[in-house]
């Protein structure tokens, strides 16, 4: 038994993605999910799944429905979604768990019409990612210490590995950002749409905590984005072309601490493209476009690598040379990703996998895109990543 | 355990936004692999390597354990080159 085929992304709605919005987050979201509905030719009367995740940017923020988080009986209320019964809410930040929660709902005939939705607040109290505590306990007490507690020092790790494992450079790395950026120019809602980048820019930009600088960090933004889901039988009656569900790979660390390794990353990414290219019966060369999950930008070159698309330790010289350039060999996340949208934690990957294979990316649209995939949060570990099909297999 | 192993990777932190290392930045913290790893199955410390200019910081130098008091009650243990 395979999912492969019965579910479909049918609806895509973003509201704009911007560092701070006049507008609170209730409002944000009930506009990307009104726009996702019509995208879907649905009324909201017609909604009868509600997935979201509403997890929190950061340790201790406030979660107050409508203003810092969006829940389930928030947007059936302000929509009127009158047929809503099945609902689901995850804390993990990442989106993949919450969509896969929706297709699986929508295969296993739970709902119908499923809308699934992340709205992210970028909080105007503290510092986004700090590390207050005077005190440090559980797992942190291992790293705290040593001034080591927050999740881009923990990231930067198998980064700094990787480079000097494998000889790799932030002139390397360049080519991903400029390439990333010049995509971001072309989607409406992208926070960077509008500002234009050099690698010389990006060369010179600060460091956060080394080798990560400012700019192979997604930036924190208000906004939400929202799909809706349905079978592939319903599928037929709607407007748009249906993005099918050609198959899924989850990951998970089986272990507690707060230091993963770059051999990890590796270990994980191995069992979850090999489960993901098992279920879906297609391998790296059939996808055009896709969507690797960039919210650190080192995790581009693990999800290639881990996905077959190139081997371990040569994703940095696999990107040069205009493989990863709109009329290249690999067009690389043509929807600009976390990096030139904005902090979304996966939404961003999976519309545009999804409006690749629908033939509705506009001009970021590549040619023969009938599979692409959306990865999302790092290979392994807590990531996953979705196939997605312009045609039932 | 024998308190000596190698660098296994390391990052240097240049915003001042962890407690009590405000001041410190830019500062290195390093992730050691004990000298007790196995195959598969890296014994990971992390520590700082105070006496080493970050850039000077090479993946798989040998390092050796020192604590360092941090009151009468606390002692940190921390990491220096190997002698040899």
Same mark, same amino acid.
């Given at each position: 038994?395979?999912?492969?085929?019965?579910?479909?992304?049918?609806?895509?709605?973003?509201?704009?993605?911007?560092?701070?919005?006049?507008?609170?987050?209730?409002?944000?979201?009930?506009?990307?999910?009104?726009?996702?509905?019509?995208?879907?030719?649905?009324?909201?009367?017609?909604?009868?799944?509600?997935?979201?995740?509403?997890?929190?940017?950061?340790?201790?923020?406030?979660?107050?429905?409508?203003?810092?988080?969006?829940?389930?009986?928030?947007?059936?209320?302000?929509?009127?979604?009158?047929?809503?019964?099945?609902?689901?809410?995850?804390?993990?930040?990442?989106?993949?768990?919450?969509?896969? %929660?929706?297709?699986?709902?929508?295969?296993?005939?739970?709902?119908?019409?499923?809308?699934?939705?992340?709205?992210?607040?970028?909080?105007?109290?503290?510092?986004?990612?700090?590390?207050? %505590?005077?005190?440090?306990? +559980?797992?942190?007490?291992?790293?705290?210490?040593?001034?080591?507690?927050?999740?881009?020092?923990?990231?930067?790790?198998?980064?700094?590995?990787?480079?000097?494992?494998?000889?790799?450079?932030?002139?390397?790395?360049?080519?991903?950002?400029?390439?990333?950026?010049?995509?971001?120019?072309?989607?409406?809602?992208? $926070?960077?749409?509008? $500002?234009?980048?050099?690698?010389?820019?990006?060369?010179?930009?600060?460091?956060?905590?080394?080798?990560?600088?400012?700019?192979?960090?997604?930036?924190?933004?208000?906004?939400?984005?929202?799909?809706?889901?349905?079978?592939? %039988?319903?599928?037929?009656?709607?407007?748009?072309?249906?993005?099918?569900?050609?198959?899924?790979?989850?990951?998970?660390?089986?272990?507690?601490?707060?230091?993963?390794?770059?051999?990890?990353?590796?270990?994980?990414?191995?069992?979850?493209?090999?489960?993901?290219?098992?279920?879906?019966?297609?391998?790296? /060369?059939?996808?055009?476009?896709?969507?690797?999950?960039?919210?650190?930008?080192?995790?581009?070159?693990?999800?290639?690598?881990?996905?077959?698309?190139?081997?371990?330790?040569?994703?940095?010289?696999?990107?040069?040379? /205009?493989?990863?350039?709109?009329?290249?060999?690999?067009?690389?996340?043509? /929807?600009? +990703?976390?990096?030139?949208?904005?902090?979304?934690?996966?939404?961003?990957?999976?519309?545009?996998?999804?409006?690749?294979?629908?033939?509705?990316?506009?001009?970021?649209?590549?040619?023969?895109?009938?599979?692409?995939?959306?990865?999302?949060?790092?290979?392994?570990?807590?990531?996953?990543?979705?196939?997605?099909?312009?045609?039932?297999? | 355990?024998?308190?000596?192993?190698?660098?296994?990777?390391?990052?240097?932190?240049?915003?001042?936004?962890?407690?009590?290392?405000?001041?410190?930045?830019?500062?290195?913290?390093?992730?050691?692999?004990?000298? %007790?790893?196995?195959?598969?199955?890296? $014994?990971?410390?992390?520590?700082?390597?105070?006496?080493?200019?970050?850039?000077?910081?090479?993946?798989?130098?040998?390092?050796? $354990?020192?604590?360092?008091?941090?009151?009468?009650?606390?002692?940190?243990?921390?990491?220096?080159?190997?002698?040899?």
């Amino acid at each position: 038994m395979t999912i492969a085929g019965k579910v479909c992304v049918v609806g895509v709605g973003f509201s704009p993605l911007a560092r701070r919005s006049p507008l609170p987050l209730g409002a944000l979201t009930m506009e990307a999910a009104r726009k996702a509905i019509a995208d879907a030719g649905l009324s909201p009367r017609e909604i009868d799944g509600l997935a979201t995740n509403p997890a929190l940017p950061m340790q201790g923020a406030s979660s107050r429905d409508g203003l810092d988080v969006v829940t389930p009986s928030f947007l059936a209320q302000t929509l009127g979604l009158e047929q809503a019964t099945w609902w689901t809410r995850t804390e993990a930040s990442s989106f993949n768990h919450v969509l896969i %929660e929706a297709v699986n709902a929508v295969a296993a005939g739970a709902c119908r019409h499923a809308l699934v939705w992340r709205a992210l607040h970028n909080p105007t109290t503290g510092k986004y990612g700090a590390f207050k %505590e005077r005190r440090a306990a +559980g797992a942190g007490q291992w790293s705290a210490p040593w001034g080591l507690a927050t999740a881009v020092q923990t990231h930067a790790l198998p980064y700094m590995r990787y480079m000097r494992k494998y000889g790799a450079t932030r002139e390397h790395m360049a080519t991903f950002i400029v390439n990333n950026r010049r995509y971001a120019h072309l989607v409406d809602h992208a $926070v960077w749409k509008d $500002v234009p980048l050099t690698r010389e820019d990006y060369l010179a930009a600060r460091y956060i905590t080394e080798p990560y600088s400012l700019l192979d960090c997604d930036m924190p933004v208000d906004g939400a984005a929202a799909f809706v889901l349905t079978t592939a %039988e319903r599928a037929r009656d709607l407007p748009a072309p249906p993005a099918y569900v050609a198959g899924y790979a989850q990951g998970l660390t089986r272990r507690t601490a707060t230091i993963w390794t770059l051999e990890e990353i590796y270990e994980g990414g191995r069992e979850l493209s090999r489960l993901l290219w098992q279920r879906t019966g297609l391998g790296p /060369g059939d996808l055009r476009a896709p969507q690797l999950y960039d919210g650190f930008s080192a995790f581009v070159y693990w999800w290639l690598e881990t996905l077959g698309f190139c081997a371990p330790g040569e994703a940095f010289a696999f990107i040069q040379d /205009g493989r990863i350039a709109p009329d290249g060999a690999l067009p690389l996340n043509t /929807g600009a +990703g976390s990096l030139g949208c904005g902090r979304m934690h996966g939404p961003n990957q999976v519309a545009e996998a999804v409006r690749q294979v629908q033939g509705r990316a506009g001009p970021r649209q590549i040619a023969g895109a009938r599979y692409s995939l959306a990865a999302m949060a790092r290979p392994g570990a807590v990531g996953a990543a979705i196939v997605f099909a312009a045609d039932l297999p | 355990v024998s308190g000596r192993g190698a660098v296994y990777t390391w990052t240097v932190m240049h915003e001042p936004r962890v407690a009590g290392f405000e001041a410190a930045v830019p500062y290195a913290t390093i992730v050691v692999e004990l000298e %007790e790893s196995t195959a598969g199955s890296p $014994v990971l410390l992390v520590g700082n390597l105070k006496e080493v200019p970050p850039d000077e910081i090479r993946l798989g130098e040998p390092v050796e $354990v020192w604590f360092e008091d941090l009151n009468e009650e606390l002692a940190l243990p921390q990491f220096r080159r190997s002698a040899e």
